[in-house]
Structure formats: C-alpha cells, structure tokens
C-alpha cells in the first residue's frame, strides 16, 4: 500500500503552518489538467469571513509519484513565501494562500489566474487574429525573467526544472507569474519521502518521471543536472514558444528523440529554428540562453534588461 499520509506520520511545521481545513473551501469546476495534478475552481473563507475565488490543486492520481511532486509543490512555495524578502502583491511566483492536509483531501490552494495559462493564450491569439502579437507577449517574459520569480528563485537556490508557457499563468490584470513548482529542487533542504515499503526516499530520482525533453538544457539531459543556468536554458525555450505563437518546440529532424539523442543533436550545435514571426534580435537572446556552458547563458536579471530593450525598438 502506497504510503502517502504524510501528515499522519510526521506532520512538518511548515504544512501545520499552512493549514486550512476542507470545511472552508468549496470546490469547483476543473480549470486545468496536468502530468501530475489537476486544478479546480473553488471559493475558499477566509479568517475575516470573506470569500475569496481560488485554484485547488489536487493529486491527479494517488500515487506515490504524483503524492511526491504534490509535497514537493508545496514545500517549495512555503519556503518561498516564508522567505524575508517575499512580496506577495508584486511577486511573479503564483502566491500560495493554504494548504489542505487531510487524510482524503489534499489541495494547494492557490491564486486564481483568470486568464489561464500563457501557451492556451498564445494559441487563442494565434487562432484569432493570426497575427502576431510580440511586443506584447513579450511582457509576459519579461516579468518571468524579473526580480520577483527568476532572480528570486535564483537568491534562494531553488531550481524550478520546468520553466515553459504552460506552467506560466497570466492573472486578470495581466501579470505573468510562474506556477507548477511540482518538479522544482531546493539545492539546501530536500524534502523526504515515505516510499511504497516504508523506506525514506529522497527527492532527487527522476528516473521513472516524464521529462520534458525539448525544454531542457545539454548538461540535464547528459547528467540529470540542474541549476539556475538550467532554468535559463528553459526560458529560453519559453521565448521561443511566445515568438512561435504557441508551437510546440521540436529540433529538426527529431521526432520523439530520446535523452541521448536529443543531446547529441544538442551537442551537435543544433538549436531550435528561428519563427517565421520572430525577429533576428529575439532570436540572439534566445540563443543566448542555449550557449552549451551554463556559465555563459546570461543572468535572469540581464535577460530583463535586453527583453526591455528589444521591445522598446518594436514599438
Ligand atoms: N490553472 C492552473 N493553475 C491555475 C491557477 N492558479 N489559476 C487559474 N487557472 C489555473
């Protein structure tokens, strides 16, 4: 039997701390599916009485691995939202409001994103207008590549290992902010895990999860390792979505590649094709995110600084 109550063998300060109990939520509609949870819809009460509209995420299946990126989602955000220097009205880290940890329900209660996540935008605008809509879209990497989510999690050493348009969420007054923190690494504290037969596990086995291959640098695919210069590499990928429109990233030549393959292409030289859509300085800051030596992709917050100077010269 899959071991999974957490709570019920050693309940951590920070889940306490965070506790909200299920009989102030109200659950839903579903609003979003992935790999390893899914997202509803609910209202939750709040301590002064009022009622506030929030995203529940939930296990997607009770299984250990998806019980293992829920706990690490969670404690992820805690750390985050524990940190001194964390504001919450001007972060661009989706903010955590509660965590549900019953024996039958388990939810992290999140802000809810009305405009849903960046890749569904990017392809709605692409089906509407046929257009592009750069400049604009180019905002939402701006705020990814800032002060409040990528140099922040750079400050506290935490690795998101999934950076891409689908796990960023765009909020109703159109700030981007980054989500899913399901597969991230904080390089001090790992977080331990109850296995199948009882064993403690730590969190850093990868080997059975589904990788997203095309988003992820030379040095994780050839060695499972991952850092802030890996993130970099990632977001790279997410501007090459945002100038493609919504695409899915594919190199040339390789369907399906296989880790080993795909690195190889990688280590050939091969890079992802300029869009038809993107211009040639995009495109260079893109490709500086892909440079083969981690120490020499450029810093988040000098990635801010050049998306600003590109977009100012295209309008
Ligand atoms: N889909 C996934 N997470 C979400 C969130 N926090 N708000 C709205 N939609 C979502």
Request: include cysteine; proline fraction near 3%.
């Amino acid at each position: 039997q899959v071991q999974t109550d957490l709570a019920q063998t050693v309940e951590p300060g920070w889940l306490r701390r965070w506790q909200t109990a299920s009989r102030h939520l109200t659950l839903g509609h579903l609003v979003g599916m992935g790999m390893f949870g899914h997202v509803i819809k609910a209202k939750l009460k709040i301590s002064t009485g009022e009622i506030t509209t929030v995203a529940a995420k939930a296990v997607r299946r009770k299984d250990t691995q998806c019980y293992r990126n829920f706990y690490t989602e969670a404690a992820i955000l805690v750390a985050l939202h524990e940190d001194q220097h964390h504001d919450n009205l001007r972060s661009n880290i989706i903010q955590l409001l509660g965590l549900v940890n019953e024996a039958s329900r388990k939810y992290i209660l999140m802000e809810y994103a009305s405009k849903g996540n960046l890749l569904r935008l990017l392809r709605r605008t692409r089906r509407q207008n046929g257009t592009a809509s750069l400049p604009h879209h180019l905002r939402y990497a701006i705020h990814i590549a800032r002060a409040r989510a990528l140099q922040e999690l750079q400050r506290l050493a935490i690795t998101h290992c999934d950076v891409a348009a689908r796990n960023v969420l765009i909020t109703a007054d159109d700030v981007a902010k980054l989500a899913d923190f399901g597969l991230a690494r904080d390089v001090y504290a790992t977080v331990q895990y109850v296995t199948d037969d009882g064993r403690e596990q730590r969190q850093d086995n990868k080997e059975n999860e589904v990788l997203p291959l095309n988003w992820m640098s030379l040095e994780s695919l050839e060695k499972g390792e991952y850092t802030c210069q890996s993130d970099v590499w990632s977001f790279g990928v997410l501007l090459w979505e945002i100038a493609a429109q919504g695409q899915e990233p594919r190199y040339d030549g390789n369907n399906n590649p296989s880790c080993r393959q795909l690195a190889q292409t990688l280590r050939r030289g091969i890079r992802l094709r300029r869009p038809p859509e993107c211009s040639g300085e995009v495109y260079v800051v893109m490709n500086s995110c892909w440079q083969e030596l981690p120490s020499e992709r450029p810093d988040p917050n000098v990635l801010e600084e050049k998306l600003q100077q590109v977009q100012h010269a295209m309008i």
